[in-house]
């Protein structure tokens, strides 16, 4: 049976308010409507205001909204320095999406990751069912990168972590962090975000950041 649920994460400060309204929109406006929506927001500074803005579109469609305030979990990037960053306009919510391996309810099986600068236009309950529960992820491939790899991803080839694609990479491309869905309750099981903080604590300022971590742990496993 179907789970009625389909969970997204979306991640920013307060200065995201419109760009993930804009999202949330566009993945109710095209999603199954047999299926409930339940969106968690990882965010640091939202005011009842900018939640308030969100649930007005209650009127129109049926979702659950719940924000979790990361502050409390804010600590375990002590070690980032954003200004070390190569994109300069990147700040340190960009790493909030990582939490989604700890702070999401237990009964959250598999969830999306969209980047609240995205818009939706398709019906992304078909990629949900899709994912069976011996999968760990569904990821893009990011295929700028991987066209000018030996320049955009010079740096992976200077670390351990991305050994398999120094070997192979057309068999371990990299990924795009941007849109993703995960299966949370493996993901759990491998210990992905305990291995994502290792990866952390050993390069503390990758040189794309999430991407970078994300692709160093979850990319050996889905491949």
């Known amino acids: 049976m179907k789970n009625k649920y389909i969970n997204f994460v979306l991640c920013g400060?307060?200065?995201?308010?419109?760009?993930?309204?804009?999202?949330?929109?566009?993945?109710?406006?095209?999603?199954?409507?047999s299926r409930v929506s339940r969106?968690?927001?990882?965010?640091?500074?939202?005011?009842?205001?900018?939640?308030?803005?969100?649930?007005?579109?209650?009127?129109?469609?049926?979702?659950?909204?719940i924000n979790i305030d990361i502050k409390n979990n804010i600590n375990i990037f002590d070690k980032i320095d954003i200004t070390k960053n190569k994109i300069p306009y990147v700040s340190?919510?960009?790493?909030?999406?990582?939490?989604?391996?700890?702070?999401?309810?237990e009964d959250v099986d598999k969830c999306f990751y969209i980047d609240s600068n995205m818009i939706i236009d398709t019906d992304l309950?078909?990629?949900?069912?899709?994912?069976?529960?011996?999968?760990?992820a569904s990821?893009?491939?990011?295929?700028?990168?991987?066209?000018?790899?030996k320049s955009i991803l010079y740096h992976c080839y200077k670390?351990?972590?991305?050994?398999?694609?120094?070997?192979?990479s057309f068999k371990y491309p990299y990924l795009n962090s941007s849109f993703f869905l995960v299966n949370i309750k493996l993901a759990n099981e491998l210990n992905i975000f305990e291995k994502m903080l290792d990866f952390l604590n050993r390069y503390p300022?990758?040189?794309?950041?999430?991407?970078?971590?994300?692709?160093?742990i979850i990319r050996k496993k889905i491949f």
Do not use: C
């Not at 927001?41 to 649930?55: G, H, Q």
């Not at 990821?139 to 790899?149: C, D, F, G, N, Y």
């Open 13 to 33: 400060d307060k200065n995201f308010i419109v760009p993930i309204t804009v999202a949330i929109t566009s993945i109710l406006k095209n999603i199954d409507k």
């Open 39 to 65: 969106f968690f927001l990882l965010t640091t500074d939202f005011s009842d205001n900018e939640i308030n803005t969100i649930l007005k579109l209650k009127n129109k469609y049926n979702f659950e909204l």
């Open 92 to 105: 340190l919510a960009v790493y909030y999406r990582l939490l989604m391996f700890k702070v999401l309810p």
């Open 125 to 136: 309950s078909i990629i949900h069912d899709n994912l069976t529960e011996d999968e760990l």
């Open 139 to 149: 990821i893009v491939v990011e295929p700028l990168a991987m066209q000018h790899k």
């Open 159 to 168: 670390i351990d972590d991305f050994k398999n694609f120094q070997e192979n």
């Open 205 to 216: 300022n990758p040189t794309y950041a999430d991407h970078d971590t994300l692709n160093a």
